[in-house]
């Protein structure tokens, strides 16, 4: 079971990808997703600070199941991350650290291409 942590650097490092693949870093939304997408990766562990039964057994099935590798690659990552690392926690944080470099290189040559933006 991987931290916090790195479930939600895996969710932004996710959410980053995707907007740099596919162009949609120059929405002006994006950086308001890539938030997002943290706390969808986030998401499958909430059964830890909710308390109504009924809800807590429904995400923990979720949670327990690889159908949460929606968010992220949940599953996947509390599966292989069992010791609860660091490390991979690092990783993940320096590899989310890397690509909002990209998206924030990506989002200034944007804004520099667009006259609008020069002429204020
Ligand atoms: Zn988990």
């Not at 990808?17 to 890539?34: D, F, Q």
Request: glycine share 6%.
């Amino acid at each position: 079971m991987s931290m916090a942590l790195a479930h939600f650097a895996a969710g932004v490092s996710g959410t980053l990808l995707i907007l740099l693949v596919t162009g949609w870093y120059k929405h002006h939304l994006a950086p308001h997703a890539t938030f997002v997408g943290g706390f969808w990766g986030v998401l499958p562990d909430i059964h830890h600070i909710v308390s109504d039964e009924y809800i807590t057994e429904l995400i923990q099935l979720v949670h327990r199941h690889p159908v949460a590798d929606i968010f992220f690659l949940h599953y996947t990552m509390d599966v292989y991350d069992s010791s609860n690392s660091k490390w991979v926690t690092f990783g993940c944080l320096v590899l989310m650290v890397l690509l909002l470099c990209a998206f924030a290189y990506a989002r200034h040559r944007k804004l520099s291409d667009n006259p609008c933006y020069l002429n204020g």
